[in-house]
């Protein structure tokens, strides 16, 4: 569904991915982990066309470079930044309908009563404004935003950051949820353990280089390896 080949990524000219290929299979869970820095949310931004980038980057087969960003969206690809991006004014109901709009074939699988229904909390606090949330809440309502755009991958950059592992458990329901519908996700993940269980597999980052890819299953059984990624 998502495929990036031999992508270098720079800022001004600094460069900080250095021929990264991966890909994301329809309905799979795919994360990239690896140490702060690593490169991890510039290959989100990249896929987005938000740095400057060479390589090839197809969604569907079709190339996206050279696309604006919300035509990026548009034909399906939903982002949800480690910012958030909330507006804080807007209630959430309000944010909500601001990432409203059908898929590419028409369809809107999301309406905002199927997103209430596996966000039960957000229909709790549906009135509140934007500004008025906490970390939790907030990643939820990001996440959600962006389903009601109907998108047919999502990429979510560390969305357990920060929170509470309480909140934490509640997110990884959530994604679990979203791998059940059939959604296919490309996590980036600080969390290793989080990552391991909503991942199939994993390509594994190290100073903006690929250094391996491997199923969430033998990272689980490799006691040194994990060590080394939890060392941020
Ligand atoms: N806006 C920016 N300007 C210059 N360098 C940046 C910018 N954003 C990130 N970097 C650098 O790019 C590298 C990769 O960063 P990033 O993709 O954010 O890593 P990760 O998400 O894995 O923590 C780091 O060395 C970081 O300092
Ligand atoms: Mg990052």
């Not at 000219?13 to 250095?18: E, G, K, N, S, T």
């Not at 140490?35 to 079709?62: D, Q, Y």
């Not at 500004?131 to 935003?145: P, W, Y």
Request: charged share 25%; aromatic share 6%; with cysteine.
């Amino acid at each position: 569904m998502l495929e990036l080949r031999n992508v270098n990524a720079f800022y001004g000219r600094a460069q900080v991915l250095f021929d990264i290929s991966l890909n994301v299979g329809e309905g799979e869970c795919v994360a990239l982990l690896g140490r702060n820095g690593a490169g991890k949310t510039t290959t989100l931004l990249s896929t987005m066309n938000l740095v400057t980038h060479s390589g090839e980057i197809l969604f569907k087969g079709s190339p996206l470079s050279g696309r604006q960003p919300f035509d990026i969206a548009k034909v399906g690809v939903g982002f949800v930044p480690d910012s958030r991006r909330i507006f804080p004014t807007l209630s959430v109901e309000e944010n909500l309908n601001l990432g409203k709009k059908a898929g590419h074939d028409g369809q809107a699988k999301w309406s905002i009563d199927r997103v209430y229904e596996v966000f039960p909390k957000l229909r709790q606090i549906a009135g509140r404004d934007g500004g008025n949330l906490s970390g939790g809440e907030q990643q939820m309502l990001s996440i959600a935003r962006a389903l009601m755009g109907n998108p047919e991958i999502v990429m979510l950059d560390e969305p357990t950051e920060g929170l509470a592992p309480v909140i934490v458990e509640d997110l990884i329901e959530i994604i679990a949820t979203l791998k059940r519908e059939r959604m296919t996700v490309l996590l980036v993940e600080q969390n290793v353990s989080a990552a391991l269980s909503l991942a199939e597999r994993c390509y594994i980052y190290d100073h903006g280089y690929i250094t391996g890819e491997k199923t969430s299953r033998e990272i689980a059984g490799d006691d040194s390896l994990k060590r080394e990624l939890l060392g941020v």
